[in-house]
T-cell receptor, first 113, second 111 residues
């Protein structure tokens, strides 16, 4: 089944403790992206990647890192999480053409205490 | 990208057609209209998209006015599982392909 898989689904952590949220897609998609969703603010893009080894900042990249060493994986790294990064996170992917539809993962609910 | 305006909420009876409107009066010639939906806190799900012509797929129909300033998403036979937030998005999809999600419209399907 074609899908975008995120792990974990829920994560509770403390301020400053480094964490990684994994994202993997099995559709051989070139493009991958991370969004965060907060009440009243909608979905905002954090980072995106047009292909392997090509990443760029979205609208809210501060406090996050990403890497794209393999086509299928696009992990989101929080080196020193803070409470304002408590949010619902979504990974998405699509084929290379810009008008293609996005496939989203099921989400990761992160709470930073 | 052009901005969209949607009602905050609407409801419809199960089994009836749900017609969800969207205004995008500043849309430009190379911008597509996309519809996604989000059920509770799940990941957004693509429904349909179009440029000028009306489109239909297994989930819904998209009717775009001739001047392209508004569109309507039609769910022909709404079910309780269609209760969700529906997002109308206009984008010319530059290289980033960033989708700007607004507040969307909350559709409640009642038994």
């Amino acid at each position: 089944e074609a899908q975008v898989t995120q792990n974990p689904r829920y994560l509770i952590t403390v301020t400053g403790k480094k964490l990684t949220v994994t994202c993997s897609q099995n559709m051989n998609h070139e493009y991958m992206s991370w969004y965060r969703q907060d009440p009243g603010l909608g979905l905002r893009q954090i980072y995106y990647s047009m292909n392997v080894e090509v990443t760029d900042k979205g609208d809210v990249p501060e406090g996050y890192k990403v890497s794209r060493k393999e086509k299928r994986n696009f992990p989101l790294i929080l080196e020193s999480p803070s409470p304002n990064q408590t949010s619902l996170y979504f990974c998405a992917s699509r084929r290379g053409r810009s008008y293609e539809k996005l496939f989203f993962g099921s989400g990761t609910q992160l709470s930073v205490l | 990208d052009a901005k969209t305006t949607q009602p905050t909420s609407m409801d419809c009876a199960e089994g009836r057609a749900a017609n969800l409107p969207c205004n995008h009066s500043t849309i430009s010639g190379n911008e597509y209209v996309y519809w996604y939906r989000q059920i509770h806190s799940q990941g957004p799900q693509y429904i349909i998209h179009g440029l000028k012509n009306n489109e239909t797929n297994e989930m819904a129909s998209l009717i775009i006015t001739e001047d392209r300033k508004s569109s309507t998403l039609i769910l022909p036979h709404a079910t309780l599982r269609d209760t969700a937030v529906y997002y109308c998005i206009v984008s010319n999809f530059g290289a980033n392909s960033k989708l700007t999600f607004g507040k969307g419209i909350t559709l409640s399907v009642r038994p």
